[in-house]
């Protein structure tokens, strides 16, 4: 396995820890992950630096019973991108389900993440996280 399927299989594995900060640490400090959606239904989209991110990712795992479980299903590498296809399992602790299916792109500098760009189904998002 290349080194970038590694690192981007090692990213998920450990947001299944909820270890944040090791997370975190696989990215350069100027990385750019980009979140699809409709800004007027949801404040989370666009492009978050690590600042941000870093805030997304503890108030998303402050609202789970215990973590959110993530799996690579399917990875592909070329130069300094992986395509990764990852199912998640988490949930809520106001007992909404959150059963989501993602696809990354993740762009590798120097032997770290430096771009991420998410496609997942907003809808169901929008529907366990955001709706009243």
Known sequence: MNDNKRIAAELFARFSE?????????MTEDVAWRLPGKPELTRVTGTFD?????RLFQRMFSRLES???MTVVGSIAEGD???VEVV??????NGRKYRQEYHF???FRDGKI??????????????VWVRE
């Open 88 to 93: 998640s399992s988490g949930d809520l602790k």
């Open 50 to 54: 690590k600042p941000r991110l870093e």
């Open 105 to 107: 792109m993740l762009g």
């Open 18 to 26: 909820g270890d944040i900060p090791g997370a975190l640490g696989l």
């Open 81 to 83: 991108r992986v395509a």
């Open 114 to 127: 430096a771009t991420v760009h998410e496609y997942l189904d907003t809808h169901h998002a929008h529907d």
């Open 67 to 69: 973590g959110l479980s």
